[in-house]
């Protein structure tokens, strides 16, 4: 994943500033390189404390990175994230087991019902852009542009075993294999409503909340298709064939400037106000996590937010603390 290109990229450019720092550094240069030692080593500007947090399989990538990223600078903070996809991640925020859930959609009206019962007051934080993509196998030379009206009459459950050529005759006369995101997932909710309009998805489709098993599954079949996050499609391209939709191809511009409508999206953060406040090591690592998400998403294959709405998002946080 782009995720380990991004690290890498770190850690050369990190080498590369010792090497430099080695060979020309001044007096004052390494007098402030001791005193930040002595820093390091008192410990001082360092926390301590653990952070829970649950949700979206799909914003996922981004938290990994933001995680591993901020272990380096504060080590002795445990952050801990679960994948049980959106709606799973919301049943823990809501019973108080988390401080923050990843989402790939926005909260329901009952989700916000529940937690307002629960005494939960919340904030959500945008923190990227995605594009829902539709893949194919490598060897599907006949699905690459599909109509909203074609992805209807593939996915919506309509009491048949679907063929290629049910959607188009000229397509191949073999049934459709389905892989889709489980039912907890933000990705599921979105696609069903807008895309399904809220029908039944195909029942013969295999769900699961790993991204990873519906890549696997598509790989393996000629016939077979289904839909996630673009940071997955980008981490297996070589596997897999995107579709494009009404005509338009999912890349960071047609999902940055809304072209690859309707399946471009916004992805959240919901953070508990109240642990924000009681937590100083949660503030610090959200703090952390929006100055760095845009970087993180662009290296793990998401779309950045313009800077001005972190800058929106970070003012949000400190009215908080």
Same mark, same amino acid.
């Given at each position: 994943?782009?995720?380990?290109?991004?690290?890498?990229?770190?850690?050369?450019?990190?080498?590369?500033?010792?090497?430099?720092?080695?060979?020309?550094?001044?007096?004052?240069?390494?007098?402030?390189?001791?005193?930040?030692?002595?820093?390091?080593?008192?410990?001082?500007?360092?926390?301590?404390?653990?952070?829970?947090?649950?949700?979206?399989?799909?914003?996922?990538?981004?938290?990994?990175?933001?995680?591993?990223?901020?272990?380096?600078?504060?080590?002795?903070?445990?952050?801990?994230?679960?994948?049980?996809?959106?709606?799973?991640?919301?049943?823990?925020?809501?019973?108080?087991?988390?401080?923050?859930?990843?989402?790939?959609?926005?909260?329901?009206?009952?989700?916000?019902?529940?937690?307002?019962?629960?005494?939960?007051?919340?904030?959500?934080?945008?923190?990227?852009?995605?594009?829902?993509?539709?893949?194919?196998?490598?060897?599907?030379?006949?699905?690459?542009?599909?109509?909203?009206?074609?992805?209807?009459?593939?996915?919506?459950?309509?009491?048949?075993?679907?063929?290629?050529?049910?959607?188009?005759?000229?397509?191949?006369?073999?049934?459709?294999?389905?892989?889709?995101?489980?039912?907890?997932?933000?990705?599921?909710?979105?696609?069903? &409503?807008? /895309?399904?309009? #809220? !029908?039944?998805?195909?029942? *013969?489709?295999? +769900?699961?909340?790993?991204? $990873?098993?519906?890549?696997?599954?598509?790989?393996?079949?000629?016939?077979?298709?289904?839909?996630?996050?673009?940071?997955?499609?980008?981490?297996?391209?070589?596997?897999?064939?995107?579709?494009?939709?009404?005509?338009?191809?999912?890349?960071? &511009?047609? /999902?940055?400037? #809304? !072209?690859?409508?309707?399946? *471009?999206?916004? +992805?959240?953060?919901?953070? $508990?106000?109240?642990?924000?406040?009681?937590?100083?090591?949660?503030?610090?690592?959200?703090?952390?996590?929006?100055?760095?998400?845009?970087?993180?998403?662009?290296?793990?294959?998401?779309?950045?937010?313009?800077?001005?709405?972190?800058?929106?998002?970070?003012?949000?946080?400190? !009215?908080?603390?």
């Amino acid at each position: 994943m782009k995720k380990w290109k991004y690290v890498s990229l770190t850690a050369v450019l990190g080498s590369a500033l010792l090497l430099g720092a080695c060979a020309g550094t001044s007096n004052e240069e390494a007098e402030n390189s001791g005193n930040s030692a002595q820093q390091k080593e008192n410990g001082e500007g360092q926390i301590t404390g653990s952070v829970m947090g649950d949700g979206s399989s799909t914003v996922a990538p981004i938290t990994e990175a933001l995680v591993e990223e901020y272990a380096a600078v504060q080590p002795n903070v445990q952050v801990s994230v679960g994948v049980s996809g959106t709606g799973g991640g919301f049943e823990k925020f809501i019973a108080g087991e988390t401080d923050f859930s990843n989402a790939s959609r926005d909260i329901k009206e009952e989700e916000a019902a529940a937690l307002k019962d629960a005494g939960i007051e919340y904030t959500k934080f945008e923190i990227a852009y995605d594009g829902i993509t539709v893949v194919v196998n490598s060897e599907n030379d006949w699905a690459t542009d599909l109509t909203i009206d074609q992805l209807k009459k593939i996915w919506i459950e309509d009491g048949t075993k679907k063929k290629w050529s049910d959607i188009d005759p000229s397509w191949p006369d073999e049934e459709i294999v389905y892989y889709a995101p489980g039912t907890d997932s933000g990705t599921f909710d979105y696609f069903d &409503e807008i /895309i399904l309009d #809220g !029908e039944d998805l195909v029942r *013969s489709a295999q +769900l699961s909340e790993d991204d $990873n098993v519906i890549v696997q599954g598509v790989v393996s079949d000629k016939n077979a298709i289904g839909f996630f996050g673009y940071a997955y499609y980008l981490e297996n391209k070589d596997k897999l064939k995107a579709v494009s939709v009404n005509g338009v191809e999912p890349t960071n &511009e047609t /999902i940055e400037n #809304g !072209e690859y409508i309707p399946l *471009s999206r916004s +992805l959240y953060v919901f953070v $508990n106000d109240g642990k924000v406040k009681e937590n100083k090591a949660f503030y610090d690592f959200m703090k952390f996590s929006l100055e760095n998400a845009g970087d993180m998403a662009e290296a793990v294959g998401y779309v950045r937010l313009p800077d001005e709405k972190y800058e929106e998002g970070l003012k949000r946080l400190e !009215e908080l603390k």
